[in-house]
């Protein structure tokens, strides 16, 4: 069963930056989806990319976070500069880039373990 392995969460204060990694425990990710989810909201959609293709983000993120896969280490990663308080909450990786859920991780498809990403000012 293919999982993915997320690493490059922690905390930072207002202004900063952090990178999040998402690793696939077998087989290649070729396309991937961020979502996040804070204590008591609902999953929400933060970025999306693949191979070949364009990206996606939420308006909230944009100008903010990058979404990119790099091939040679069969890796994804979301890049997240200028962070906010209101970035604060657990962050997931998939190879789902439409999901639309109420809660994340579902208990279907392939979903990394979550990182918590945490903004004071």
């Known amino acids: 069963e293919v999982q993915l392995v997320e690493s490059g969460g922690g905390a930072v204060q207002a202004g900063g930056s952090l990178r999040l990694s998402c690793t696939p425990s077998g087989g290649t990710i070729t396309e991937v989806g961020w979502y996040r989810q804070a204590p008591g909201g609902d999953c929400g959609f933060v970025a999306s990319?693949?191979?070949?293709?364009?990206?996606e983000y939420a308006e909230s993120v944009k100008g903010r976070f990058t979404v990119s896969l790099e091939n040679a280490k069969n890796t994804a990663y979301l890049q997240m500069n200028s962070l906010k308080p209101e970035d604060t909450a657990v962050y997931y990786c998939?190879?789902?880039?439409?999901?639309?859920?109420?809660?994340?991780?579902?208990?279907?498809?392939?979903w990394g373990q979550g990182t918590q990403v945490t903004v004071s000012s």
């Open positions: 998939s190879t789902d880039r439409l999901f639309m859920g109420i809660s994340c991780p579902p208990s279907f498809g392939v």
């Open positions: 990319g693949r191979f070949g293709g364009g990206t």
